[in-house]
């Protein structure tokens, strides 16, 4: 729930302040496997922590990235879908995790009041 709380307040914050009354349509996030976010709760605590929002009809899109391990054995950069760390190349257990801990929001879009009114949203 905290993570949730977190980009809706980086997310209102990252609202180009001449924009009266924006609203954000979508928040692009990159989520590595390694953080134990679950999307799908992720997104229901977003939808909670976003209502009364400029974010409140947002919608969270999650890119989940893999665990990339680097073996001190033998080098290798390898991927692997889930602990135990094991290099793939020899089996090497002294591995250190390149990537699979981000939890970066890539970009949010926000919402074209005229646009919105064309099509009648809401
Ligand atoms: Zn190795």
Request: glycine share 8%; net charge negative; aromatic share 2%.
């Amino acid at each position: 729930m905290g993570i949730a709380i977190r980009i809706v307040e980086i997310a209102i914050s990252a609202i180009p302040p001449d924009i009266e009354d924006a609203r954000i349509e979508r928040v692009n996030l990159k989520v590595g496997r390694l953080t134990a976010v679950v999307p799908e709760s992720l997104r229901f605590c977003f939808n909670i922590a976003s209502s009364d929002t400029p974010l409140a009809s947002a919608s969270l899109e999650i890119e989940e990235t893999p665990i990339v391990i680097e073996c001190g054995e033998c080098g290798a950069e390898t991927t692997i879908e889930r602990p135990p760390f094991a290099c793939s190349e020899c089996g090497g257990g002294k591995v250190t995790v390149v990537s699979g801990r981000e939890l970066d929001i890539l970009s949010i879009e926000v919402a074209d009041p005229e646009v919105e009114a064309v099509e009648g949203r809401e």
